[in-house]
């Protein structure tokens, strides 16, 4: 069997992608195993202005962005992501891929014990954040990958209370990719290139990146690049961040690749 392909659908550019970026992921989807995990920023604040309130976005004591998530939040979640799956099932299956949809708290994706002090704007606040770090993927829940047919994960987790938490997608994108034994990984995104000083990268190391991230990267940059990282430690081959078709990502005709050495 081929490796699977991990193609994380970024919530910020999901409806804006044509017919030809789907004609072009289900010609690779017949070839590989395919696992798709999707966000849901964008089609959160169109469900509710609450989700525009800077309140609603916390950052712990990393700099890493989360969302303020209670049961109230995930009930939206759920909502959203039901409505995106459907619409994601549609356009494969009418390409002749077949689809299941996994939530990754019905066992994928386990978190650990969340933090309780949050930066909320330039307020540290102690809450109570239903937000995990993801500790392992079961990847024996992905029993049916094989060419043709495709995954799409809603990257929601479990911690060991067994409590619904929320995670980061591109974050949960790297781990998955880690646990299936991915050569790559593809974060779909509204930009087509990680810009640094305001220029487009083609190629950086792992190394690189991580000063970058460290130094100049901010809000959904910041995660993509803390998620490349990770997706590279677990063995991952490259991380390809951009905007165009799968297959331009992967040949590098553009969009920006993470690779773990310099000489890749
Ligand atoms: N250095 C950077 N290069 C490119 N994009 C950046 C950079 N720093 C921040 N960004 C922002 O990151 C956004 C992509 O992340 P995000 O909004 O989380 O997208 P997604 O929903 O696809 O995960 C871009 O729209 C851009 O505004
Ligand atoms: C903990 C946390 O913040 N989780 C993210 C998960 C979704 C996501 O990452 O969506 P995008 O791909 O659109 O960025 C959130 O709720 O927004």
Known sequence: MSRPIVVKLGGSCLD??????????????????????????????????????????????????????????????KTVSTVMADDVIARLEHRGITVERVLGSDGLVHAGQGERWWWQGKQLVELENLVGPITKVDASVLKNLRAGHAYLVTPLARNEAGQEVNTDADRAAAAIAGAVGADDLVLVTDVSHLLIDDEPVARIDAEAAAAFRDRGARGGMRKKLRAAGEALEHGVR???????????????????????????
């Open 16 to 77: 804006d992608l044509a017919g030809e970026w789907w004609n072009d992921l289900a010609v690779h989807a017949a070839d590989h195993p395919l696992i798709l995990v999707h966000g849901w920023s964008k089609p959160l604040r169109e469900l509710s202005s609450r989700y525009s309130d800077p309140s609603a976005i916390l950052r712990d004591r990393y700099g890493n962005q989360s969302r303020w998530t209670t049961p109230d939040v995930l009930d939206d979640i």
């Open 238 to 264: 490259e991380v390809v961040i951009g905007s165009a078709p799968v297959s331009d990502l992967l040949a590098g005709r553009t969009g920006t690749v993470i690779t773990r050495d310099k000489e890749q």
